[in-house]
């Protein structure tokens, strides 16, 4: 067999896709990245860098590249990209599938909010505490700027983007975490209310559990829903599966 794969990457899902798929014999893998990580890990195959120009530059590269199939496997909040892919591939008629880990679910004990945007996040944030661990990524803070009362501390793997809350303290790191680690980092920040998106996947959950073990509540900011007649499957193997490779 002999196929050009796109995977649109970002994720340890999109990583382990590339490895995946670079060890089938005939099957040519190329990642595209958007190029928001400074410093983005290892990967097998092509990669490639940048945007594409919306859907119909990635539907133009599609074509160019003589791509056979394509692969969603972004954030599950990069909700443009995955537009605009779903869009590119009904107009080319590559055959296309959107990778997507499940999400996290609240187990006894857990005192989840689950809002539907960061902006709800923001109006329930001063009735549940002061000291704020936001671990939303380094985009859309600007949801929280206006809440000068509280107390932020912004964890992202690269500087968030302006404007942020005028009481921030960052910290640049890079999951996976522990949850002993987690424990005690919010334990000495002294927080008292975590933010953070329904990423799923288990790098970064450990903060989930160290809320529940100190009884903290936690504001869950919802997936945004996938575009119509969008194939997607939970992990890897649903990906070969789907593409005749299991």
């Known amino acids: 067999m002999s196929a050009h794969v796109l995977i649109l990457g970002g994720t340890t899902e ?47 590269w599609l074509r160019e590249e003589s791509v056979d199939a394509l692969v969603d496997a972004t954030h599950p909040f990069a909700e443009s990209i995955t537009a605009n892919a779903a869009r590119a591939a009904a ?13 996290w679910r609240p187990g006894p004990g857990d005192h989840w909010h689950p809002v539907p945007s960061l902006d709800a996040a923001a109006d329930l944030l001063p009735a549940l505490g002061r000291r704020v661990f936001l671990t939303t990524g380094r985009l859309g803070l600007a949801s929280f700027a206006h809440l000068t009362r509280l107390h932020f501390v912004v964890r992202s793997v690269d500087p968030p983007e ?48 160290a809320a529940r073990d100190l009884g903290l509540p936690v504001v869950v900011v ?19 599966e789907h593409l005749g490779l299991g």
């Open 162 to 209: 302006p404007p942020l809350p005028p009481d921030t303290h960052v910290l640049l790191s890079r999951g996976p975490f522990t949850v002993p680690g987690e424990t005690a980092l919010l334990r000495e920040l002294g927080i008292d209310v975590l933010v953070t998106k329904d990423s799923g996947g288990g790098a970064t959950a450990a903060k989930l559990t």
């Open 14 to 60: 999109a990583r382990a896709l590339a490895a995946a798929l670079s060890s089938r014999p005939g099957v040519r893998v190329t990642t595209s990245l958007a190029g928001r990580v400074a410093k983005p890990g290892a990967l097998d195959g092509e990669v490639r860098v940048g945007g594409f120009g919306g859907a119909r530059g990635l539907a133009r």
């Open 222 to 240: 919802g997936r945004p829903p996938l575009p119509d007649g969008v194939t997607a499957v939970p992990d890897v193997e649903g990906v070969l």
């Open 91 to 103: 107009e080319t008629g590559v055959p296309a599938v959107v990778l997507r880990r499940p999400g």
